[in-house]
């Protein structure tokens, strides 16, 4: 509310605000209307601000719409008071949003915004950036490569960046005409194409930063036996910027396949605040609810899967108890919920080539499928380790060609010093290499376990 200028008389406050009800009524008190555009949880209707929330409506079955779709409507509302066409102009920015937001892409309007929006990139901005990436995307736009190659620059720049360069992209996705000075080449350039390359520089920082933290956290979690609990709770004070909480946590839900909280001390507020991120894949499909349930939380605010917290230190303790007795008949093995089961005689190349053809189809909650090669027989000298920086370790059976991306020459020697030959299980997603003309089958490799060692094979 102190930042809001004096001479200020609307306040719009795209997704987020709508619990906000102490700061719309001190707004309000200052003459200054509030229009909150949101798509989160909230208990009731703000009496000092006019909230446009899908959340609150019973009329309006969307609820897979996020903030910037919401921001969307309010453009459509434009248009049909003043008779005008706009709004569509910004589709490419609605489907970036509920693309990063984690939107249920079976939601047949959000889905259409998000097709309707990667057909057309119109912002200078998002051209710039699917440009710099079409290596790794390899030229294609959908929600695969969006989530992975687009989505996590901006929020590197959001979660890292400097205010001068969160400002200058702000600039970049306003479509400002300015030029920016390149250094390197002492050239003036588009200010959307040194914002691409600026985005990619706080990536790469973000990931040094993110790293070392994870580096400690993981430490932490060996040496307090942290697995034993049901839930993965970390408190990450002094060991994790305070940015990059929800992203840690994201990462740490998906290696240990259970619902994490990372918190840090506040000494302001006297309490644990930090971020809840749910493993929504096991059995436990709500984690907002269930930690509220326990009582002990003084709130957790966001959506089913994703939000923030806060609970007094001692409570945190008791929570602990509650959690792990209300999920004790819940197992983290570490299992997989899979599409396909195959031995390697029954999985075929089109099988792979089929289902890669569909990659525009997934999105969130409407996932690739994943499958299971069962009992596959390799030769371990056969196994290779390529790359020079980023590692990928890669085998071929039967006409197939398994890949592990991101690997590293620990996990590489680890596979085969389990013997001459081994037989491993496979769990992964289906691709295709094309290369001159050549396309070959490929699983991608997402988690695998060796089954056994044999005697090595001699092929005359």
Not at 80 to 97: C, E, P, Q, R, T
Request: with cysteine; glycine share 6%; proline share 2%.
């Amino acid at each position: 509310v102190n930042t809001v200028p004096e001479n200020t008389s609307l306040v719009i406050s795209p997704d987020a605000g709508s619990n906000d009800y102490e700061q719309h009524k001190q707004l309000k008190e200052k003459g200054i209307e509030v229009v909150v555009l949101d798509h989160h949880e909230c208990d009731e209707e703000s009496k000092d601000a006019i909230i446009v929330n899908s959340q609150l409506s019973p009329d309006y079955p969307n609820k897979q719409l996020s903030g910037v779709g919401i921001s969307y409507k309010l453009l459509q509302a434009f248009d049909d008071k003043l008779g005008l066409n706009h709004a569509d102009y910004y589709l490419d920015l609605v489907a970036i949003g509920n693309i990063a937001d984690s939107q249920d892409m079976r939601s047949l309007e959000t889905r259409y915004y998000v097709n309707k929006g990667l057909e057309n990139i119109q912002n200078k901005l998002l051209k710039a950036l699917f440009d710099k990436q079409s290596y790794s995307t390899k030229g294609k736009i959908n929600i695969t490569s969006t989530s992975f190659y687009i989505n996590p620059l901006i929020n590197a720049c959001i979660r890292v960046g400097t205010m001068e360069e969160k400002e200058q992209m702000m600039r970049a996705f306003l479509e400002s005409d300015e030029t920016v000075y390149y250094k390197k080449k002492d050239i003036h350039e588009p200010i959307e194409i040194n914002t691409a390359r600026m985005l990619t520089n706080i990536k790469a920082r973000q990931g040094r930063v993110r790293d070392k933290g994870v580096s400690l956290i993981e430490e932490k979690i060996q040496d307090k036996n942290l697995l034993d609990n049901k839930l993965l709770i970390v408190n990450v004070s002094q060991i994790l910027d305070k940015n990059l909480t929800g992203l840690v946590a994201n990462s740490l839900k998906d290696k240990y396949k259970r619902g994490t909280l990372l918190v840090r001390y506040d000494e302001e507020k006297a309490a644990l605040t930090g971020s809840i991120r749910g493993y929504d894949k096991g059995e436990l499909k709500d984690l907002k609810t269930f930690l509220l349930d326990t009582g002990k939380f003084e709130f957790v605010e966001g959506h089913a899967n994703a939000a923030g917290l806060k609970i007094k230190p001692q409570n945190l303790i008791e929570a602990n108890i509650i959690i792990n007795d209300k999920l004790k008949n819940v197992k983290n093995d570490g299992s997989h919920d899979v599409d396909f089961i195959f031995t390697p005689k029954q999985l075929k190349g089109k099988f792979i080539k089929d289902i890669s053809k569909h990659q525009d189809i997934w999105g969130y909650q409407a996932e690739e499928p994943l499958i299971v090669v069962e009992g596959i027989q390799v030769n371990t000298s056969e196994i290779y380790l390529n790359g020079k920086t980023s590692k990928t370790i890669k085998f071929i059976n039967n006409k197939i060609e398994y890949i592990k991306f991101f690997s590293n020459e620990e996990e590489w020697e680890e596979i085969r010093n389990n013997g001459e030959r081994i037989e491993i299980n496979v769990a992964g997603k289906c691709s295709v290499n094309e290369y001159q003309g050549k396309i070959t089958p490929q699983i991608v490799i997402e988690d695998y376990e060796v089954t056994k060692s044999l005697e090595k094979e001699f092929v005359f």
